[in-house]
Nanobody, 123 residues
Framework: VHLLESGGGLVQAGGSLRLSCAAS????????MGWYRQAPGKQRELVAT????????NYADSVKGRFTISRDNAKNTVYLQMNSLEFEDTAVYYC?????????????????WGQGTQVTVSS
């Protein structure tokens, strides 16, 4: 699975950006996609995820009400609409895809990552 991100850049606080991530390759069994971010000196953290089946979403508390994740299954593409951006949102944003395999009641995940796209919010 190859993930290609686009849409990062420089924006003033209060502004908006839209990130896109297109998956290619063996995408048939991807069951979840999403976005993580990593700011300088900090650990990588979850931003938002979306399941393929049903479209259930999950957001970090820090972005709830400001960011919206969506997915176009036909295009194997996930989007992150980011509104009301804050200086603290500055980070490298990484696209994520998961394939989950079940053996009985145990789940095993294969995780895939994009190269990342820089989002910089000026205060």
């Amino acid at each position: 699975v190859h993930l290609l991100e686009s849409g990062g850049g420089l924006v003033q606080a209060g502004g908006s950006l839209r990130l896109s991530c297109a998956a290619s390759g063996d995408t048939f069994t991807i069951d979840a996609m999403g976005w993580y971010r990593q700011a300088p000196g900090k650990q990588r953290e979850l931003v938002a995820t979306i399941l393929s089946g049903g479209g259930s979403t999950n957001y970090a508390d820090s972005v709830k009400g400001r960011f919206t994740i969506s997915r176009d299954n036909a295009k194997n593409t996930v989007y992150l609409q980011m509104n009301s951006l804050e200086f603290e949102d500055t980070a490298v944003y990484y696209c994520y895809a998961r394939k989950r395999r079940w053996y009985g009641s145990s789940a095993y995940d294969d995780d895939y990552w994009g190269q990342g796209t820089q989002v910089t919010v000026s205060s």
